[in-house]
């Protein structure tokens, strides 16, 4: 399995096992990991999965999409390192990826 680490504004770390194919905002979800609501369940059309990638893990998870750039828009205090955690998909190349969920979402 690959592991997420999902660290809140407090500062818990909370490592899950997460299914190659599946969504970071999936794997959240089926966790009960707090911060992420995904009011729209994974269609991008909402900014309540906001994440913050850990820097070390930017390259790796890539660049928003122009859509999800839109969606972006509506989240709480985006930074330059800020993704929908739906729109990032579970590869072994994630194993060990860390997020941080934002103070509140959009």
Do not use: K
Not at 34 to 45: D, L, R, T
Not at 66 to 85: G, K, Q, T, W, Y
Request: charged letters at 25%; a negative charge; glycine letters at 8%.
């Amino acid at each position: 399995m690959i592991n997420i680490t999902f660290i809140d504004a407090e500062g818990t770390a909370r490592t899950v096992e997460a299914e190659e194919g599946a969504t970071v905002m999936e794997t959240a979800v089926r966790n009960g990991i707090p911060g992420i609501e995904a009011e729209c369940g994974g269609a991008c059309s909402c900014a309540t999965c906001h994440v913050y990638v850990a820097e070390e893990w930017e390259a790796a998870t890539g660049q928003p999409q122009p859509m999800e750039e839109d969606m972006l828009d509506f989240a709480f205090d985006v930074r330059p390192n800020s993704r929908l955690s739906c729109q990032i998909r579970i590869r072994p190349e994630l194993d060990g990826l860390v997020v941080h969920t934002p103070t509140r979402q959009g």
